[in-house]
């Protein structure tokens, strides 16, 4: 068991690793849509990519009916196990909308041996994700 020091500094770790070793700049809040964001997130029983559809109820409808409209899209070109989750709570218990990946594999941010599977797969499934918002972002947009 880790205490909190111990697991704040395993995360910073974490997170500074990844961007050694892939130092990029990821869209993830710069996509020019409000409350329309692309996440990575790692914790002691998963790992997962997000895109997170977080805006007023009106908006967040509008444009999840246009994520619906392109999800065999998304799942045939892109990410085929990309899931989809019109209901999603936080932790802090607000609601959103989500569409993710998850890693299909048992790892743990408290467990250096599974960061480097971990890091590969935020790398690439976040760049699949990125390509199909870049070919599909003005239908999402519209």
Do not use: C
């Amino acid at each position: 068991m880790f205490s909190k020091e111990e697991s704040r500094q395993l995360r910073e770790t974490f997170w500074i690793s990844f961007g050694k070793s892939f130092p990029r700049k990821w869209l993830l809040y710069n996509t020019k849509i409000k409350g329309f964001s692309f996440k990575f997130h790692f914790d002691t029983k998963q790992a997962l990519v997000s895109l997170d559809v977080e805006s007023d109820l009106e908006n967040r409808i509008n444009y999840w009916e246009k994520l619906v409209a392109l999800k065999s899209i998304l799942q045939d070109d892109y990410l085929p196990e990309a899931i989809y989750e019109e209901t999603f709570y936080l932790d802090n218990g607000k609601e959103i909308s989500r569409v993710y990946v998850p890693l299909d594999a048992k790892v743990s941010i408290h467990n250096k041996n599974s960061w480097q599977e971990v890091m590969v797969f935020f790398n690439e499934t976040m760049g699949l994700f990125e390509a199909f918002f870049e070919e599909y972002k003005d239908v999402i947009k519209g």
